[in-house]
Nanobody, 122 residues
């Protein structure tokens, strides 16, 4: 079994910052690309940022220059530093990862966490 657990969400004022963390645990053989998606009320889920194992990153246009994704391969962690937050960033943020388990080392699967709420409001 594999689990992804997010933390760090909360309420922040416009212009503020938050740092999300996500820990992967369980029967992990290796982790490929990790990332963050978000889903705002009434909207479709969208990719926010992704990072490969080699730390190549990509970002949604709406967050470029404001958000920074990083990872710690030794700890099976991924982070999202969110700066200059605006009410439009309000959403549930989900950690995602492509993980190969010990039981199935040749078949990576896509996993995601339960989500953490980020609310940007004055």
């Amino acid at each position: 079994q594999v689990q992804l657990v997010e933390s760090g969400g909360g309420l922040v004022q416009p212009g503020g910052s938050l740092r999300l963390s996500c820990a992967a645990s369980g029967s992990i053989f290796s982790i490929g690309t990790m990332g963050w998606d978000r889903q705002a009320p009434g909207k479709q889920r969208e990719l926010v940022a992704g990072i490969t194992r080699g730390e190549t990153t990509n970002y949604a246009d709406s967050v470029k220059g404001r958000f920074v994704i990083s990872r710690d391969n030794a700890k099976n962690m991924v982070y999202l530093q969110m700066n200059m937050l605006s009410p439009e960033d309000t959403a549930v943020y989900y950690c995602t990862a492509s993980i190969t388990t010990i039981e199935r080392p040749l078949s990576p699967g896509d996993y995601w966490g339960q989500g953490t709420q980020v609310t940007v409001s004055s």
